[in-house]
C-alpha cells in the first residue's frame, strides 16, 4: 500500500485527533519532501490572535514525520520511531494559511539504511519551515528522530 495524503490525513483523524481538529493536512509527500499545511482560525489561536505555537509544531512534525513513516515502509523491516528533542524559532505571527515544508527524506533513508546494516539505533535531525501565504518564514522546527530494528 502506498503512502498518499489521502491516507496520512485519515491516519491523523483516527490516532491523530487533536491535530485533525486543528486543521493539520498533509497535502503532498515524495520520497524527499512532505509538506503540509495549517489554516488559523479559532479552534487553534492563541491570545494575541495568531496560531497557537504547539499548533505549528504538529504541522512541522507531520512533515518531518511522514517522510520517516514513509521510509520505514519502504524499507520493509519492523523499525520503532520517536522523536528525541526538537527545536524551535518564531519570526513572526503565524496569520492566515502556514505550510510547512521538510525536504530531508534522504537523511531518515540514509540513517534507516545504517540502522538495518549495523542493526543499532539511528538518530537523525530533520528541519520543516513555515511560511505564510505571501512565502514569509513564519517558524522553523527542528526534529531529532530516532530510529531502532526490532
Not at 503565524?94 to 521538510?102: E, P, Q, S
Amino acid at each position: 500500500m502506498k503512502l498518499s495524503p489521502s491516507k496520512i490525513n485519515t491516519f491523523l483523524l483516527f490516532k491523530l485527533p487533536s491535530a485533525y481538529f486543528t486543521g493539520v493536512r498533509v497535502k503532498t509527500i515524495s520520497d524527499n519532501a512532505c509538506e503540509t499545511t495549517v489554516k488559523h482560525k479559532w479552534i487553534n489561536q492563541n491570545p494575541f490572535k495568531s496560531m497557537f505555537w504547539a499548533v505549528q509544531g504538529m504541522a512541522a512534525e507531520l512533515s518531518t514525520g511522514a517522510l520517516v513513516m514513509k521510509a520505514i515502509k519502504e524499507s520493509n523491516k519492523n523499525i520503532s520511531m520517536l522523536v528525541a528533542n526538537n527545536k524551535a524559532s518564531f519570526c513572526k505571527k503565524a496569520r492566515g494559511r502556514i505550510t510547512f515544508n521538510c525536504n530531508d527524506g534522504q537523511f531518515i533513508k540514509n540513517a534507516i539504511e545504517t540502522a538495518i546494516s549495523s542493526g543499532e539505533g539511528q538518530t537523525c535531525w530533520m528541519k520543516a519551515e513555515g511560511r505564510d501565504s505571501a512565502g514569509d518564514l513564519v517558524s522553523t522546527f527542528e526534529f531529532e528522530w530516532t530510529i531502532k530494528v526490532k
